[in-house]
């Protein structure tokens, strides 16, 4: 290919990947389905003894902020385009097609919000709670319970306290942006910016160059240290090596099939920054339980019971449960994307491990150089290597210098072959 032609393809390549961009703009998934304060406010006064008034018209009082036809007929003009002006083969055509897709597959699900549809399309987007990972392995929910177990067998001690969250919203705003000016730097004004918010669900929530703390939160010191390494380094770092691809312009942009890896690699740096803890894990876990719940179901009342059956305030236990139910109905099949934390950890931790035992080292930076999915990385590492995407230019300590990782896994991957069964067994005597 000459010199020209190359040029010209990268400049394709460029305006494809920017109409893609573009088209997702309007497309918000979590505020399309977050249900209202009146809705949390008539429930508690309740008592929390009867079911939200939530279905199909209180959605359609609520209509969606874009033309649904009008953007699913857009993304189909795009991935028509895609093919004639790239090809059928494409690699890189591939991996646009395909979130062109799951685009149109959203707008549907977004329709659907108060239907059995919604929730089956979000199986679809997301998965459920009874996939396995492999043929014979246990499911997700399984996963669910076993981590319960064992953070039941170790509820309780002194020596696992939790950390007092004796900092209000607006010290954490100060100490986490002066931490992550650290990281990303600062130039006339930070690369990274941290504010107080109202009217998000979680404590925290990343944009694409910015940081969410909500504004009635508190939080403790280890809390600050797991939103540097969750929402800093890896959410926001992975949108802004995104936003700096100069072909590739989609990396900055995540399609469902992109949150599974974010929150897998966002769990991952927890575990080896070793920011994560108890109480931290068993809300990751109580999601996934709560889901399976209602994927087999059970209705807001019983995940509601679920949650203050183990303690929390009614307050906390409505928050939690409607993360489930959010998009649906009170007795509707559930929205399925806080399924992404442990599934999403499971596959990338496999993934990273088999990296290191094949000896493709090269292969785990790429997973920052954007919103990535598992099942691209071959092909990104081919677009890396004909110049159509660059290296990750914010990359966590842990995954710059692979040494100390590489070590881990190399002893994971040894530790893999022995029967935790037999141990068990042998270390009767001794523990």
Not at 165 to 191: H, I, K, M, T
Not at 332 to 346: A, H, N, R, V, W
Not at 408 to 423: E, G, P, Q
Request: hydrophobic fraction near 40%; charged fraction near 25%; charge should be neutral.
């Amino acid at each position: 290919m000459s010199r020209k032609a190359d040029r010209q393809y990268q400049q394709t390549i460029r305006a494809l990947s920017d109409r893609l961009v573009e088209a997702q703009t309007p497309i918000r998934v979590l505020d399309a389905i977050k249900w209202d304060e009146g809705v949390r406010l008539r429930f508690l006064a309740a008592g929390g003894r009867a079911l939200p008034e939530v279905g199909r018209e209180y959605y359609q009082r609520r209509p969606l902020s874009f033309d649904a036809d009008e953007r699913k007929q857009r993304f189909q003009q795009i991935e028509r385009d895609i093919t004639r002006q790239l090809g059928q083969f494409s690699p890189v055509g591939q991996i646009m097609r395909r979130m062109c897709r799951e685009y149109r597959m959203v707008i549907r699900m977004l329709e659907a919000r108060g239907t059995a549809d919604f929730g089956l399309i979000s199986q679809e987007l997301y998965g459920s709670a009874s996939d396995a990972f492999h043929a014979g392995d246990p499911t997700l929910a399984d996963l669910g319970l076993m981590f319960s177990t064992f953070l039941d067998n170790i509820a309780g001690r002194g020596d696992l306290r939790e950390e007092a969250r004796n900092l209000s919203a607006s010290e954490a705003v100060a100490l986490l942006q002066a931490r992550l000016n650290g990281v990303f730097g600062e130039a006339d004004e930070p690369v990274v910016r941290v504010f107080e918010s109202d009217g998000i669900l979680a404590d925290a929530a990343a944009g694409a160059d910015y940081i969410k703390i909500r504004a009635d939160a508190r939080f403790s010191e280890r809390d600050l240290r797991a939103l540097e390494v969750h929402e800093g380094l890896v959410h926001v770092a992975t949108t802004l090596n995104g936003k700096n691809q100069p072909i590739c312009t989609f990396l900055a942009k995540g399609p469902p099939s992109s949150t599974i890896t974010q929150e897998g690699l966002a769990i991952l740096m927890e575990v080896i920054a070793f920011t994560s803890y108890p109480t931290r894990l068993r809300k990751l876990t109580n999601r996934t339980r709560a889901i399976h719940m209602a994927e087999e179901g059970a209705d807001f009342l019983q995940v509601f019971g679920f949650y203050r059956d183990q303690g929390y305030s009614a307050e906390d236990s409505y928050s939690n449960s409607i993360r489930a139910f959010r998009g649906s109905t009170p007795q509707g099949l559930p929205f399925t994307k806080d399924l992404s934390y442990l599934k999403g950890f499971i596959l990338t931790y496999n993934y990273i491990q088999l990296a290191v035992r094949k000896g493709r080292l090269e292969m785990i930076p790429l997973l920052f150089c954007g919103k990535t999915t598992l099942e691209d990385m071959r092909t990104l590492r081919q677009l890396v290597d004909e110049g159509l995407v660059v290296a990750p230019r914010y990359l966590p300590p842990q995954f710059s210098d692979l040494n100390a990782l590489s070590a881990w896994m190399c002893f994971s991957n040894f530790l893999n072959h022995l029967s935790l069964d037999r141990v068990e067994a042998d270390y009767a005597n001794i523990l």
